[in-house]
C-alpha cells in the first residue's frame, strides 16, 4: 500500500521537522510526572502557577534544539504562548491524562472541551493521542479504544491536520507488576507493543505518524543485540508509516541506546521528553537550579541526540510507504481546487 499526504498533513510534517526530514521533538505535555511533585509539597494540590510555570521554563529551554513542541492546552499553552517559537512546529495533546482503569483495560477519553477542530483552529501543526492498549484487554475497552482512536483519525482526515499516535502498553489485573504510572513497564512483552502497532496501523484509524515505545524494556538496553534489532525492525515493519520514538522516562544513555536500534530500522525522529529534562526538573522548586541543569544537562544531552539522529535517522519523506514521493503534492495541477474537499 502506498501513501500519499494531502497538502495540510504535508505541511504539518514538514513543520515538524528539519530541513532533511528528521523530526527532532520535544514533549513538555506530560501531566501526572511533573504535577506529582509539585502537589507532594503543596499539601497534595499542584498550584496551577506552579506547574505551568515549570512548562514554560522547558520550552524556553529547549525549543531552540528541538524541530517541534508539544504542549498541553492546560499548562503549557495558556502560561506559555508568548514564550513559545512560531518557527517551530506545534503539536498539541488530544488526551486526558486520567483514564479509567477496569483491571483489564484503560479507557482515554479526550480532554473536556477540547477537540481536534480548537487544534485546527488555534494554528496547530499536528493533534497527538495518546491511546493505553494491548492485545488481550477485554472487549469492552479494546473497543472504546479502537473508536476513540478511529474517530480521531475521521476528524484529522476532514481537517487535513497530521494525526500523531502513541502507543503504551499497560499492567492489567492478573500481571506481577502494577503501576499507574506514565512509564514503561519493566516486565512488558514484545508481542504486546508489535501487537498494538499492527492493531492501528490499519487505514481505518488515520494514523499518520506513530509514536512507539521500545519492543523491550529499556532500562540497561545495551546495543549490538541482533535479537533487539529483529524486534525494532519489525516494529517498523507493522508500523507502515513514518515513526518515531518515546523515551517513557528512560534513562538518558538508555534512550540513545535505543534510538540507535530505532534508526537502524527506520524510525524518522524523535519524541522524547523526561528522558531530556527529568534530570532537571529534579532540582524543582530551585526553580534557578532547575533551568541550570537544562542549560548544563538538558541542552548537551539534545545535541547528542540531534546528532545521531541527522546521522542515522530515515527522512520522513523517503520512507518506504511513500513510494519516493513523499514531498510530492497531490495534485500538481491546475484543477487542485476542485478535488481538494471543503470542510463547511
Not at 506552579?50 to 492546552?73: G, N
Not at 493505553?132 to 484529522?156: H, M, N, Y
Not at 537550579?289 to 544531552?301: H, I, N, W
Amino acid at each position: 500500500m502506498t501513501l500519499s499526504l494531502t497538502p495540510g498533513k504535508q505541511l504539518g510534517f514538514r513543520r515538524m521537522s528539519d530541513a532533511a526530514g528528521r523530526f527532532k521533538m520535544t514533549a513538555v505535555d506530560q501531566r501526572p510526572p511533573i504535577k506529582g511533585p509539585i502537589a507532594a509539597a503543596h499539601g497534595g494540590e499542584a498550584p496551577w502557577e506552579k506547574v505551568a510555570e515549570v512548562k514554560t521554563a522547558l520550552m524556553e529551554a529547549l525549543q531552540p534544539s528541538s524541530t517541534a513542541m508539544l504542549l498541553d492546552p492546560h499548562y503549557a499553552i495558556p502560561h506559555g504562548w508568548q514564550a513559545f517559537d512560531p518557527r517551530k512546529g506545534l503539536i498539541v495533546t488530544l488526551e486526558d491524562s486520567l483514564f479509567r482503569d477496569t483491571g483489564q483495560g484503560r479507557f482515554s477519553a479526550e480532554i473536556d472541551d477540547w477537540s481536534v477542530g480548537k487544534i485546527k483552529r488555534m494554528g496547530g501543526d499536528a493533534v497527538k493521542v495518546l491511546a493505553w492498549f494491548r492485545p488481550d484487554i477485554s472487549e469492552e475497552v479494546r473497543v472504546a479504544q479502537e473508536d476513540f482512536v478511529k474517530r480521531t483519525g475521521d476528524l484529522c482526515a476532514a481537517l487535513d491536520i497530521p494525526f500523531l499516535f502513541e502507543l503504551l502498553v499497560h499492567p492489567v489485573e492478573n500481571d506481577a507488576e502494577q503501576t499507574s504510572e506514565y512509564t514503561e513497564m519493566a516486565t512488558k512483552h514484545s508481542d504486546h507493543v508489535l501487537r498494538s502497532v499492527e492493531h492501528f496501523a490499519g487505514a481505518d484509524y488515520g494514523v499518520d505518524v506513530f509514536k512507539l515505545e521500545s519492543p523491550v524494556p529499556a532500562k540497561g538496553i545495551t546495543g549490538g543485540d541482533r535479537a533487539v534489532q529483529d524486534l525494532f525492525d519489525e516494529m517498523g515493519r507493522l508500523a507502515a508509516r513514518p515513526w518515531v520514538m518515546l523515551s517513557a522516562g528512560a534513562g538518558k544513555g538508555d534512550f540513545k541506546t535505543v534510538l540507535d536500534y530505532a534508526y537502524a530500522a527506520g524510525a524518522s525522529g524523535y519524541l522524547a521528553g523526561r528522558a531530556i529534562w527529568l534530570d532537571a526538573f529534579n532540582a524543582w522548586p530551585d526553580m534557578e537550579a532547575m533551568k541550570a541543569g537544562l542549560v548544563q544537562e538538558s541542552m548537551p544531552y539534545m545535541a547528542e541526540l540531534n546528532a545521531l539522529t541527522d546521522a542515522k535517522a530515515t527522512p520522513w519523506h523517503a520512507h518506504p510507504a511513500y513510494g519516493g514521493a513523499g514531498l510530492a503534492f497531490v495534485d500538481p495541477s491546475a484543477g487542485f481546487r476542485h478535488g481538494y474537499g471543503d470542510i463547511l
